[in-house]
């Protein structure tokens, strides 16, 4: 699966703009080591935040000669770390002519060597080490870093920590090793909940459920999350991965309102470059909601990009539209190896009684009194006593609220029942309750969201204004106070 | 030879030895005995400490965990099932890459399987069926309890109970006969919903009593609403949910409170 790796880049799409007109790499990455120092003095994790931002936008550009001078530029000569990173990249008489420019104008190494710069020396290494396709290596540097990051405890560098994980857990899954790292993802989880690093949890929790799900070991996945302590999201991506993977393991224990509540949230969530992502959690979505006896809309596979990825599902669809058993086999078979790739071939099979259940409601809705043997023969039962089976399929169905009818045993038919008026029930009013409830969460999440800048202005405000600014605040606080108390 | 291994595997010989004359008192002292010596192997998970005679130590703890499986469901013991199968599937999955498969491996989870829907815990029927490879799908053990999962959750319920017929493996049978009570309670619920009324040869005839006089005592135990009257059965039918005729007025005021609350903060 590659959509991690696109999630990651897209991130990087907005700052793009700024920086790829600029100066050479090597400028660009001058620019982001001062970033991180000031970051590291201020404890200013937001300017780390950026720089990693930065660095990802200059993934394309990133070359031996490039690192060789920023190992250089940014590690004390000599230091396990620069020695140790040095021999990941290629000898330096095999760089091109073209950078020795650059490395004659080698600023004075920085003295102070700042955790913060050596596990970002790690990270872009490693960054291109896995570009490379040099997997093995990547997977000898990785763990390094992560070893060395068991030393550190600092909150400027967690952000850098969060990025190691991830690649570190990338670099095992190319290789296929994906279950040696388990048990270290549980102990740097352990760690970091004890440093209250949360964007690591996060980090961390995400990697633990994807290595579980992919050795489809549902039962520790769930067994973790529901442990694992939660709090407000802090990353988009992370939280987009983590909803995708809780939808994938609510629908595989059958829990698909919750499951397709997940699922449509991480596919609205995430950035509209993650295609392959998207394309994921639309099939999972698409299977869910016809799991739920819903018919997806067409505009759901017609998606930009996603027609060509989304047609077998959307065949299904149609297949269990139609309510037709034997267009459902033919699809499921057809596509079967579509299907088992993307791991839902069993959830296909539970789809069996759904294609039943829409059979049996189209025949509920459209006649008022029909017999069981009709009813076996347009639902294509073929068993050695279709009738009987007919009579306890539909007594399944009324009894779980699919159709609403009764059965008449002595003459054996069906009857169908008159539907009733959902306007004269509550129903309505609560349905619209929980929309306006939902949007006016929306924003006052959005308006909690907002960050300002440390204002300047403030500082030229006259001392009058500022009283009367002061005043207001006051009055306004004692009014929502009292609002409180208004509360039931 | 290891003097420790000796010794559990001569243990083991008495185990079968009594589990094949059905003497399951005896199979049960024993095995507690023999889960006790297991502990000291260091080989075992979820150590997996590699020494000499890890193949042989862990073939056997495999094969005793194995017999303790079937034992539970001859001795018709579903907790000690559980347990023993928990214990057993580390040998399946973790230490797969060390041990040639073993040949009860399939018939054993598709015992598993089919407790786990006896039990009606479908959410972890098909958390365990996603661990199962496509091979594994395809053997005839595995697939009889998948096919039953399908038609017990359609309604199908004359094909889960003919199923019983076709038991791939004969410890199956036990299980099969705890799945015809589920399916018993299940067509109760169903036709309660389905029928105005039965008359008692259908109702007899549709909940597979083999005599009236055992429907009786099930309406009697289980479903004393049900009415019997003049050689029907009358289901009692559950209240529709009723129009709504009055104004849930406290509720709407209070959301409409709330509502201008949170307007009033964003204008």
Same mark, same amino acid.
């Not at chain 1, 069996?352 to 294509?380: E, M």
């Given at each position: 699966?590659?959509?991690?790796?696109?999630?990651?880049?897209?991130?990087?799409?907005?700052?793009?703009?700024?920086t790829?007109?600029?100066?050479?790499t090597?400028?660009?990455?001058?620019?982001?080591?001062?970033?991180?120092?000031? !970051?590291?003095?201020?404890?200013?994790?937001?300017?780390?935040?950026?720089?990693i931002?930065?660095?990802?936008?200059?993934?394309?550009?990133?070359?031996a000669?490039?690192?060789?001078?920023?190992?250089?530029f940014?590690?004390?000569?000599?230091?396990?770390?620069?020695?140790?990173?040095?021999?990941?990249?290629?000898?330096?008489?095999?760089?091109?002519?073209?950078?020795?420019?650059?490395?004659?104008?080698?600023?004075?190494?920085?003295?102070?060597s700042?955790?913060?710069?050596?596990?970002?020396?790690?990270?872009?290494?490693?960054?291109f080490?896995?570009?490379?396709k040099r997997?093995?290596?990547?997977?000898?540097?990785?763990?390094?870093?992560?070893?060395?990051?068991?030393?550190?405890?600092?909150?400027?560098? *967690?952000?850098?920590?969060?990025r190691?994980?991830?690649?570190?857990?990338?670099?095992?899954?190319?290789?296929g090793?994906l279950?040696e790292?388990? !048990?270290?993802?549980?102990?740097?989880?352990? $760690?970091?909940?004890?440093?209250?690093?949360?964007?690591?949890?996060?980090?961390?929790? %995400?990697?633990?459920?994807?290595?579980?799900?992919?050795? %489809?070991?549902?039962?520790?996945?769930?067994?973790?999350?529901?442990?694992?302590?939660?709090?407000?999201?802090?990353?988009?991506?992370?939280?987009?991965?983590?909803?995708?993977?809780?939808?994938? $393991?609510?629908?595989?224990?059958?829990?698909?309102?919750?499951?397709?509540?997940?699922?449509?949230?991480?596919?609205?969530?995430?950035?509209?470059a993650?295609?392959?992502?998207?394309?994921?959690?639309?099939?999972?979505?698409?299977?869910?909601?016809?799991?739920?006896?819903e018919?997806?809309?067409?505009?759901?596979?017609?998606?930009?990009?996603m027609?060509?990825?989304?047609?077998?599902?959307?065949?299904?669809t149609?297949?269990?539209?139609?309510?037709?058993?034997?267009?459902?086999?033919?699809?499921?078979?057809k596509?079967?190896?579509?299907?088992?790739?993307?791991?839902?071939?069993?959830?296909?099979?539970?789809?069996?009684?759904?294609?039943?259940?829409t059979?049996l409601?189209?025949?509920?809705?459209?006649?008022?009194r029909?017999?069981?043997?009709d009813v076996?023969?347009?639902?294509?039962?073929?068993?050695?006593?279709?009738?009987? *089976?007919?009579?306890?399929?539909?007594?399944?169905?009324?009894?779980?609220?699919?159709?609403d009818?009764?059965?008449?045993?002595?003459?054996?038919?069906?009857?169908?029942?008159?539907t009733g *008026?959902?306007?004269?029930?509550n +129903?309505?009013?609560?349905?619209?309750?929980?929309? $306006?409830?939902?949007?006016?969460?929306?924003?006052?999440?959005?308006?909690r969201?907002?960050?300002?800048?440390?204002?300047?202005?403030?500082?030229?405000?006259?001392?009058?204004?500022?009283r009367?600014?002061?005043?207001? +605040?006051?009055?306004?606080?004692?009014?929502?106070?009292? +609002?409180?108390?208004?509360?039931? | 030879?290891?003097?420790?291994?000796?010794?559990?595997?001569?243990?083991?010989?008495?185990?079968?030895?009594?589990?094949?004359?059905?003497?399951?008192?005896?199979?049960?002292?024993?095995?507690? &005995?023999?889960?006790?010596?297991?502990? &000291?192997?260091?080989?075992?998970?979820?150590?997996?400490?590699?020494?000499?005679?890890?193949t042989?130590?862990?073939?056997?703890?495999?094969?005793?965990?194995?017999?303790?499986v079937?034992l539970?469901v001859?001795?018709?013991? &579903?907790?000690?099932?559980?347990?023993?199968?928990?214990?057993?599937k580390?040998?399946?999955?973790?230490?797969?890459?060390? #041990?040639?498969p073993?040949?009860?491996?399939?018939p054993?989870?598709?015992?598993?399987?089919?407790?786990?829907?006896?039990q009606?815990?479908?959410?972890?029927?098909?958390?365990?069926?996603?661990?199962?490879?496509a091979?594994?799908?395809?053997?005839?053990?595995?697939?009889?309890?998948?096919?039953?999962?399908?038609?017990?959750m359609?309604?199908?319920?004359?094909?889960?109970?003919?199923a019983?017929?076709?038991?791939?493996?004969?410890?199956?049978?036990?299980?099969m006969d705890?799945?015809?009570?589920?399916?018993?309670?299940?067509?109760?619920?169903?036709?309660?919903?389905?029928?105005?009324?039965?008359?008692?040869?259908?109702?007899?005839?549709? #909940?597979?009593?083999?005599?009236?006089?055992?429907?009786?005592?099930?309406?009697?135990?289980?479903?004393?609403?049900?009415?019997?009257?003049n050689?029907?059965?009358i289901?009692?039918?559950?209240?529709?949910?009723?129009?709504c005729?009055e104004?849930p007025?406290? &509720?709407?005021?209070?959301?409409?409170?709330?509502?201008a609350?949170?307007?009033?903060?964003?204008?």
């Amino acid at each position: 699966m590659t959509q991690d790796v696109e999630m990651k880049e897209q991130q990087a799409a907005p700052s793009n703009s700024v920086t790829s007109t600029g100066p050479s790499t090597l400028q660009q990455l001058k620019e982001i080591a001062s970033l991180i120092e000031t !970051g590291a003095y201020a404890r200013e994790v937001r300017r780390i935040v950026r720089a990693i931002r930065l660095t990802i936008a200059l993934r394309r550009k990133l070359k031996a000669s490039v690192l060789h001078w920023f190992l250089n530029f940014a590690l004390v000569p000599g230091s396990e770390a620069h020695s140790r990173l040095l021999s990941y990249l290629p000898k330096e008489d095999e760089l091109d002519m073209e950078v020795d420019t650059a490395t004659s104008a080698t600023p004075a190494p920085v003295k102070h060597s700042l955790p913060e710069f050596e596990i970002y020396c790690y990270l872009l290494v490693l960054i291109f080490l896995i570009d490379q396709k040099r997997y093995n290596e990547a997977k000898a540097c990785s763990s390094a870093s992560i070893a060395r990051l068991k030393n550190v405890n600092r909150r400027t560098v *967690d952000v850098l920590a969060a990025r190691l994980y991830f690649y570190y857990s990338l670099s095992y899954e190319l290789t296929g090793d994906l279950a040696e790292i388990r !048990g270290n993802l549980l102990a740097l989880h352990r $760690i970091a909940t004890l440093r209250r690093d949360e964007l690591g949890q996060e980090t961390l929790l %995400n990697l633990l459920l994807r290595n579980y799900l992919h050795y %489809n070991l549902f039962d520790q996945a769930e067994k973790l999350r529901s442990k694992a302590p939660r709090f407000e999201a802090h990353s988009n991506q992370q939280f987009c991965r983590y909803l995708f993977y809780l939808g994938k $393991i609510r629908t595989i224990q059958l829990e698909y309102t919750d499951a397709k509540e997940s699922l449509l949230q991480a596919a609205r969530k995430a950035p509209v470059a993650a295609l392959g992502f998207r394309v994921q959690c639309n099939k999972w979505a698409v299977i869910v909601r016809l799991l739920l006896g819903e018919i997806p809309e067409r505009t759901v596979f017609m998606q930009k990009g996603m027609e060509k990825a989304l047609r077998p599902y959307f065949e299904l669809t149609n297949a269990v539209r139609v309510g037709d058993l034997e267009l459902f086999k033919a699809v499921a078979e057809k596509f079967s190896t579509t299907f088992s790739s993307d791991g839902t071939q069993n959830l296909i099979v539970r789809l069996r009684h759904n294609v039943i259940r829409t059979g049996l409601r189209n025949i509920s809705i459209s006649y008022s009194r029909i017999s069981l043997t009709d009813v076996a023969k347009k639902l294509r039962l073929d068993s050695e006593n279709p009738v009987a *089976d007919a009579e306890s399929i539909v007594a399944k169905a009324i009894r779980d609220g699919a159709i609403d009818a009764t059965l008449d045993h002595a003459s054996g038919w069906m009857v169908s029942k008159e539907t009733g *008026d959902i306007y004269s029930t509550n +129903e309505p009013q609560i349905a619209f309750n929980s929309r $306006i409830a939902f949007c006016l969460n929306m924003h006052n999440e959005a308006v909690r969201a907002l960050r300002f800048p440390p204002n300047s202005d403030k500082e030229k405000e006259s001392a009058e204004k500022r009283r009367e600014r002061q005043q207001q +605040e006051q009055e306004l606080a004692k009014h929502i106070a009292e +609002e409180d108390d208004d509360e039931f | 030879m290891d003097p420790k291994l000796t010794e559990v595997s001569q243990q083991f010989e008495r185990f079968k030895a009594a589990f094949i004359r059905n003497d399951f008192d005896t199979c049960e002292r024993l095995l507690s &005995q023999l889960k006790v010596s297991l502990t &000291q192997f260091r080989s075992l998970p979820p150590l997996f400490v590699d020494t000499p005679n890890a193949t042989h130590e862990l073939t056997l703890a495999r094969d005793i965990y194995e017999h303790a499986v079937v034992l539970s469901v001859k001795i018709e013991d &579903q907790e000690a099932f559980e347990r023993d199968f928990f214990q057993l599937k580390p040998y399946y999955t973790d230490a797969r890459g060390r #041990l040639p498969p073993s040949a009860q491996e399939y018939p054993i989870l598709g015992l598993n399987l089919l407790r786990l829907l006896v039990q009606n815990r479908i959410a972890e029927f098909h958390t365990e069926l996603e661990l199962l490879s496509a091979t594994a799908l395809e053997n005839l053990c595995i697939k009889h309890a998948v096919e039953l999962e399908q038609s017990f959750m359609e309604g199908a319920y004359n094909r889960v109970l003919s199923a019983r017929q076709t038991v791939p493996h004969e410890t199956y049978v036990y299980f099969m006969d705890l799945l015809a009570k589920t399916v018993r309670d299940e067509i109760a619920g169903c036709s309660e919903k389905a029928y105005d009324s039965l008359s008692i040869n259908d109702a007899r005839r549709i #909940l597979l009593f083999p005599s009236d006089q055992e429907l009786f005592e099930y309406i009697k135990e289980d479903h004393p609403e049900w009415e019997i009257k003049n050689g029907y059965v009358i289901f009692q039918r559950a209240k529709e949910s009723a129009p709504c005729k009055e104004i849930p007025s406290l &509720q709407l005021i209070n959301q409409t409170l709330s509502y201008a609350r949170e307007l009033e903060r964003i204008v």
